[in-house]
């Protein structure tokens, strides 16, 4: 059975940081891994993806803020989020998807449970 789980979230100022970690029992460079939110009372949002050969996508809505990458000897994928603000609060999820699909889609195969990041003063 396949298993994503999130780490890292937590309660942080505007304007601070937090890293997301996402660890698995299957090989994290043989997907594409995404991190996908949800804000209270809304839509799943594509946050950011990276393929199984280490190309990325990042929406607009947090280009220059968020940037994704793996470590491959530690099969983990990391979201590193800096200068939050209150409208990036959300529960984060990490999720694999087949090598061959887009980056910027909303398919994926395998969800973790999720962390909640809440942006606060």
């Known amino acids: 059975q396949v298993q994503l789980v999130e780490s890292g979230g937590g309660l942080v100022q505007p304007g601070g940081s937090l890293r997301l970690s996402c660890a698995s029992n299957?090989?994290?460079?043989?997907?594409?891994i995404g991190w996908v939110r949800q804000a209270p009372g809304k839509e799943r949002e594509g946050v950011s993806c990276?393929?199984?050969?280490?190309?990325?996508y990042v929406s607009d809505s947090v280009k220059g803020r968020f940037t994704i990458s793996r470590d491959n000897g530690k099969n983990t994928v990391y979201l590193q989020m800096n200068g939050l603000k209150p409208e990036d609060t959300a529960v984060y999820y990490c999720?694999?998807?087949?090598?061959?699909?887009?980056?910027?889609?909303?398919?994926?195969?395998?969800w973790g449970q999720g962390t909640q990041v809440t942006v606060s003063s």
């Open positions: 999720a694999a998807k087949p090598p061959w699909t887009p980056l910027w889609d909303m398919i994926y195969d395998y």
């Open positions: 299957i090989d994290l460079d043989t997907y594409g």
């Open positions: 990276i393929s199984s050969t280490g190309s990325t």
